[in-house]
């Protein structure tokens, strides 16, 4: 059943098992064509397993689904170093910690600097702060002067 | 310039599959 797979499926992501994942969110899409979880699924595990090709394959097929799976698409175009692109989706966005650090990565590429830093700013009044936030907003220091 | 470390890569979550096992 469509319960059964899912109990699979997670099993799969609790374990980090990448391909699998994909496999069995195939499985539950030949049943439940459209289902929104399994599309996640997909495309979370072929990011995560650097198949950023495959990622945006599957990010296209599910199209005209009413998905919004926007901030995958413009890490995929991150990625791709298509900066403009990922920027131009971004600016829509709902601007989650992903979304912010997703902004600054690509600010810091372009070397905006300055926008870099706001953004790190915004997660930082979110109270999202870790060691490797400190590192890239040093990175940014230093390559803004 | 240094490299920045690939942040949301690290945020990129699984959606949550609690309600539909
Ligand atoms: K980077």
Same mark, same amino acid.
């Given at each position: 059943? !469509?319960?059964?797979?899912? #109990?699979? !499926?997670? @099993? ?11 496999? $069995?969110?195939?499985? $539950? &899409? ?17 990011? @995560? ?12 097929? #599910?199209?005209? &689904?009413? /998905? ?14 298509? !900066? ?14 992903? $979304? ?8 810091? @590429? &372009? ?16 109270? /999202? ?5 400190? #590192?890239?907003?040093?990175?940014? !220091?230093? #390559?803004?002067? | ?21």
């Amino acid at each position: 059943s !469509l319960e059964d797979l899912f #109990a699979t !499926l997670n @099993r799969h992501v609790d374990n980090n098992d990448l391909a699998k994942v994909v496999k $069995v969110a195939d499985q $539950v &899409l030949a049943i439940a064509p459209g289902d929104e979880d399994a599309i996640r699924c997909k495309v979370v595990a072929l990011i @995560r397993s650097e198949a950023i090709d495959k990622a945006l394959n599957a990010i296209k097929a #599910a199209s005209s &689904l009413p /998905i919004d799976l926007s901030s995958y698409k413009a890490y995929c175009l991150y990625r791709q170093n298509k !900066l403009e692109e990922a920027l131009d989706l971004i600016r829509g966005l709902e601007k989650t910690p992903m $979304v912010l650090h997703l902004e600054s990565q690509i600010f810091y @590429r &372009l070397g905006k600097m300055d926008s870099c830093i706001d953004s790190y700013e915004k997660l930082q009044k979110l109270k /999202i702060d870790s060691d490797d936030l400190k #590192a890239n907003i040093m990175a940014s !220091l230093v #390559a803004g002067g | 310039s240094p490299i920045v470390l690939d942040i949301a890569y690290n945020s990129i979550e699984f959606p949550s599959l609690e309600n539909r096992m």
